[in-house]
């Protein structure tokens, strides 16, 4: 049973079990809260009921109340009196009421749910031997739960529709499958606010359509095939790819973005792969403080990276100029000598790609020879969110009317759709949200209050928030704060009376010296305002990668500039980055420098100038613990077993081993050292974070009928760091004056959801969706250059020619090229440009 809210608690009866719920509680949670199934189709826990598709109807039954006295009239022996309804009536539509007596096993009940059955079934094409969802059907389930064995319809009757009908390129529809429930319409209506699909035409000839081009454009497109309770709507990665029976499923966790959303990998052992086992499908798995039920079409589709063709199998070593395969164990060897050799003069440089095992084992080889390492990132703040990070218990699920939210330098649908998702509907729950951004991104439909400030001054604009908050307080050493414009002015009045407060951060058009001021700048928020280390307050940075905050957590650091880095250190162990790939630059100097040892899924551009390649194993075929940006610790396991790789940590302790550093070589020892270790896992072990507990709603593979074909967790729901003992402080970052370019544009990076990473792009699936390398202007300033949209320009950036396709918009601000980080054009700090056409 779940736990029920502290409101008003009403008696009824469901097929004769006495049940006591919240006031309001629709009938057929009612039920499912005490284990009682009334099926539905068109009804889903995460949205408003419709009352569509009648599936759900029952027998309800209410005290019969004296009109007179107005008290509840009794039977002879005492008991209340009820009077049945003339007709059946649907449950998931109907509230509770007290006394109020259901019946959903009556003749009448069955026989009515039957009949709806046997409607829903004349135009079905029962073609379920050879449709996707036969086998985790609900209309074949419940057809065989509650429908009837023959049909009074004749089958030359059915309507005949497109069974191929692509609605964009990720999702297909079988038209004569769906049974108008809706579920799909209201979910891109509803819950993530796209709203490209739609109803066309009317009763038997009533089609699903996409309204957008490209078809069926959204970033959530994916859950609409799980939550769809037949066949009609399927992915194109999925379709006639394999039957749900014969999968296997592992849990995971999305590597792709902060925000840890809890994954079900579906794979299977096929004979077209030479027995291997295959990745079929990537799902949703419930983690109600994290995801909920969804996953992103990122989430979804961009696994295929991971089964690339272009994966690297053995070691290499330069031998003679040329990069050549050679065994484990002279690869490791080599790698070893060198490194003892370089002792201090070892630079590690890691990324968030890797998880907490890997980092640990990393960061104690490194500092056990006396070497450095860092962390490879565009971005910084991370020893601040640590301090200042959502307290345990912390859930977007919970904000609501007093909660402010303050989103400032990012987007998050492009950066992390799924705390958009979230953010957007603490907003629509009455959450105040404030967006803070040069430019209009779409969160701002949902905003309370809109900041605008010129790129750079991020830190400024937030600082005057809390100088505006301050004209009573007297901070320490606080420099004179400016108090900003009346859009600053209002946002911190409604800080002011917040009871909640969250700020997610970002580095949009900023690097890291400005993201660490802009961290710093919203921890002060945080600190002048008492929304520290709290449930629901605190400082959350969308970081580009899915372990960035593990990687802080764990000790790493990015280096102020790289350039200096690659000439002073001789010996250099890169696990998970590609400076050369990022930049030309750092290209050269890596051709230069000493001994690069490259640990990698690819031959990256890095990779093809170093002295050894090591290959590394993806998420899917090994396990460990990624850390969110809400500073949540979850595992995942392997799905696929390779024996030719081998996980990060295992190499970096093998190569430990040789170099007289003893290194944990099993993922759960490597966390238990950790935890031992680092303050901040203190408490936490494999098994903690494998614990789950009952959530709502109760979903899982006996309910797919109710919250849709995804799976339940049962592998673990992660759990939050706690705090370091400092206690966190106010501080005044410096802050470089923005100040429009003389001359040129002020080309700024930004990050989008579908880039060139290594990561993204070799799913085929999503090529679709990721654009050419290109530049963004205002019309305006276009005008002047005498450009128009879509011609190729080119130009300088930090010394390398570069050429991008040309957008407008009206939404950037004027003097300003907004240019998309990791798309081919290597830009990581705000850079004075001149345009010209190819
Ligand atoms: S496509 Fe599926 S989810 Fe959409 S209306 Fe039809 S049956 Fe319902
Ligand atoms: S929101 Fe982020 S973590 Fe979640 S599925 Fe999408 S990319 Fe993965
Ligand atoms: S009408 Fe209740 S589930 Fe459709």
Redesign the pocket.
């Given at each position: 049973m779940v736990d029920m809210p502290t409101k008003n608690m009403v008696n009824l009866t469901i097929d004769g079990k006495p049940v006591t719920v919240p006031e309001g509680t629709l009938i057929v949670n009612a039920a499912k809260m005490v284990g009682i199934d009334i099926p539905v189709f068109c009804y889903h826990p995460k949205m408003e009921p419709v009352g569509m598709c009648r599936q759900c109807l029952v027998e309800i039954g209410r005290p019969v109340i004296d009109r007179v006295t107005g008290k509840p009239v009794l039977e002879a022996d005492g008991s209340l009196k009820i009077q049945f309804g003339p007709k059946l009536e649907i449950s998931c539509a109907t509230p509770v009421s007290e006394g109020m007596v259901v019946r959903g096993t009556s003749e009448k009940a069955v026989r009515g749910r039957r009949d709806i059955l046997e409607f829903l079934l004349t135009s079905h094409p029962l073609d379920c031997p050879v449709c996707d969802k036969g086998g985790e059907c609900p209309l074949q389930n419940l057809t065989m739960r509650h429908g009837p064995g023959t049909s009074r319809f004749i089958y030359d009757e059915k309507m005949h529709l497109a069974k191929k009908y692509p609605l964009g390129e990720l999702i297909y529809l079988d038209r004569e499958r769906c049974i108008q429930c809706g579920r799909c319409v209201r979910f891109q209506d509803n819950i993530v606010g796209d709203p490209v699909l739609a109803f066309n035409n009317r009763a038997r000839a009533m089609e699903i359509f996409s309204n957008s081009r490209p078809g069926f454009d959204s970033i959530f497109s994916g859950n609409t095939t799980d939550i769809c309770p037949v066949g009609a709507l399927t992915t194109s990665d999925f379709r006639f790819g394999a039957r749900p029976w014969e999968l296997c499923t592992t849990s995971s966790?999305?590597?792709?973005?902060?925000?840890?959303?809890n994954?079900a990998v579906n794979e299977r052992r096929e004979a077209r792969s030479n027995g291997e086992i295959m990745i079929k499908r990537i799902m949703p798995r419930q983690n109600e403080a994290v995801?909920e039920l969804w996953?992103?079409?990122?989430?979804?589709f961009?696994y295929h990276y991971t089964e690339s063709m272009d994966r690297l199998t053995q070691p290499h070593v330069r031998r003679e100029g040329e990069l050549v395969a050679i065994g484990w164990d002279e690869a490791l060897s080599y790698v070893a000598e060198n490194f003892v050799h370089a002792g201090k003069n070892l630079l590690t440089l890691a990324s968030g790609r890797l998880s907490n095992e890997d980092l640990f084992n990393l960061s104690e080889l490194t500092h056990g020879l006396g070497g450095k390492a860092a962390l490879y990132t565009h971005m910084a703040g991370g020893d601040l969110v640590s301090q200042l990070g959502v307290a345990r218990g912390t859930n977007l699920s919970d904000l609501s009317e007093g909660s402010v939210i303050l989103v400032v330098a990012c987007d998050l649908h492009e950066e992390?759709?799924?705390?958009w998702l979230r953010v957007k509907q603490a907003a629509e729950r009455g959450a105040t949200l404030i967006v803070a951004n040069p430019r209009f991104t779409r969160l701002e439909h949902y905003a309370s209050h809109v900041v605008r400030y010129p790129y750079g001054a991020e830190a400024a604009t937030i600082l005057a928030m809390v100088g505006a908050l301050s004209a009573k307080q007297n901070f320490p050493k606080a420099p004179k704060l400016s108090q900003g414009s009346e859009a600053v002015k209002a946002a911190a009045d409604t800080i002011a009376s917040a009871e909640n407060l969250i700020i997610f951060y970002g580095s949009e058009g900023i690097g890291l010296e400005t993201s660490q001021a802009l961290a710093q700048a919203c921890a002060n928020l945080l600190i002048s305002t008492n929304h520290v280390r709290k449930i629901n307050n605190g400082l959350v940075s969308v970081w580009s990668r899915?372990n960035d905050q593990g990687a802080w957590e764990i000790g790493f650091r990015p280096l102020p500039d790289l350039t200096p880095a690659f000439q002073q250190y001789e010996a250099f162990y890169l696990a998970g980055v590609d400076p050369a790939g990022d930049d030309p630059a750092l290209a050269e100097l890596i051709r230069k420098a000493g001994f690069v040892v490259v640990q990698d899924l690819f031959f990256t551009e890095t990779a093809k100038l170093a002295d050894v390649v090591l290959p590394a194993q993806p998420f899917t075929e090994r396990e460990g613990t990624f850390t969110s940006g809400e500073r949540r610790v979850q595992r995942f396991y392997p799905g696929v077993l390779r024996n030719e790789y081998k996980p990060d940590y295992a190499i970096t302790a093998a190569i430990g081993k040789l170099a007289g550093i003893n290194l944990e070589t099993l993922p759960l020892r490597i966390f238990n050292s950790l935890a031992a270790k680092i303050p901040t896992f203190s408490g936490l072990s494999y098994k903690t974070l494998s614990q789950v507990t009952e959530q709502w709603p109760i979903v899982g593979r006996g309910e797919m009928y109710y919250g849709g074909t995804l799976y339940a967790n049962d592998q673990g729901l992660g759990e939050q760091l706690s705090y370091p003992s400092q206690m966190p402080e106010l501080a005044w970052p410096q802050i470089p004056e923005a100040s429009p370019p003389a001359g040129g544009l002020l080309a700024v990076p930004v990050n989008i959801?579908y880039d060139r990473g290594q990561t993204i792009y070799r799913s085929m699936l999503l090529h679709q969706r990721i654009p050419p390398a290109n530049i963004a202007l205002h019309p305006d300033d276009a005008q002047k250059l005498n450009l128009a949209e879509g011609v190729q320009v080119k130009f300088n950036l930090g010394g390398n020619p570069v050429e991008a396709q040309l957008h407008l918009s009206e939404e950037i601000p004027l003097g300003v090229a907004l240019i998309p980080r990791s798309l081919g054009v290597p830009i990581s700090t705000p850079t004075v440009i001149e345009l010209q056409t190819v």
């Open positions: 966790i999305c590597p792709h973005c902060p925000v840890g959303c994954l995801n996953i992103c079409d990122k989430g979804r961009g992390a759709p799924i705390w899915a959801l």
